[in-house]
């Protein structure tokens, strides 16, 4: 009997539309021979769509977005009837807040549904930038210096903040909302004037901004995948012409030239390694993640940040990579994770929750 796969896409994202991309082609690339495959849209609003079966014939993105006029619990409810069991699995390539933080991921667990990927814990602290840096400093894992504050504090204190950050952190340095991803929100700030104005921005997408030393040096990406035991990717860089990637250099650029593997030493790809699985394993992941690194001229190493769910674009790095590793085809890693998001579950599914009692 074929297992069914539900893809949720779309959501309350500011990453809405990579969601959609990496859908598509998550959704073209299934194997329908081995699988019944369902698409589920979650509305900008956070509203669910009817589920829709995805046959041999390719799909293109103008089928991708749909629409409903049902309330939010309405809507719910569609989700909930959708024909989800232990039997079928999700994949939530769901990019950002309400999709990679953890909130997924606890609905799926409260109702015994297998799913690709990491689990609530470890996706809320990854998408969290702050939480994940101050976790991952206990593991002696080399990070760029960083201040954070929340916006109640920013306008308790503003200037405050701002010295704060210009005597730990000074210029130029990077200014990001602690809970978004695909480079949104993000300034560059070269001159302490910039600062101020990169915060206001940072906050219009999260209530908490992290202000961070800029690193100069190539980035260069792991990937992992696995659960008890971890796979190291080979590494990968971007042919780049610029200090920073926006979110249309990320997503808008089609012209990127990925170089795998990455242009780096030997000892330095074990460093990147060693230290890609200490993140793996002190975050509690499961099925994958992109550790992503700068490397600096002297082979300084600092870790950027990690990514519980990476893009699976037509020219994401992290299916880029797997391949290349595993000689496999891009539909045979997706065949891998759903294996590993089965074996995730059943290994919860045996976890004992109370207490016998004996007579």
Known sequence: MKKKVFVLYGGKSGEHDVSIASALNVLNALNKTYYDVFAIYMTREGKWTEPWKVGDTPISETDMRKTTTTSYTESLRTFLAS??????????????????????????????????????????????KVMSKELLNTHAIPQATFVAFTHAEYEEDESHCLQKAQDIVGVPC??????????????????????????????????????????VGKEVLIALTGNQNIRCSVSGEWQRDVSFFDYEDKYMDTNLTPIIPAQISDDT????????????????????????????????????????????????????????????TYGELLDQLIMLGFARHDRNHRIQYTKEVTS
């Open 174 to 215: 990077y200014v990001k909302p602690a809970n978004m991803g695909s480079s949104i929100g993000i300034s560059r700030c070269a001159t302490k004037n910039e600062l101020a104005q990169a915060i206001l921005e940072a906050f219009r997408y999260d209530e908490k901004v992290l202000i961070e030393k800029e690193i």
């Open 83 to 128: 024909g989800l069991d232990e039997q079928s699995i999700v994949f939530p390539v769901m990019h950002g807040t309400y999709g990679e933080d953890g909130k997924m991921q606890g609905l799926l667990d409260m109702l015994h549904i297998p799913y690709v990927g990491n689990g609530v814990a470890a996706s809320a602290i990854a998408m969290d």
């Open 269 to 328: 790809y074990s460093k990147l390694c060693a230290y890609a699985k200490t993140a793996f394993r002190a975050l509690g992941c499961a099925g994958l993640l992109r550790a992503d690194f700068f490397v600096t001229e002297d082979n300084d190493i600092y870790l950027n940040e990690v990514n519980t769910m990476p893009g699976f674009t037509a020219h994401s790095m992290f299916p880029l990579l797997v391949q290349k590793t595993e000689d496999c």
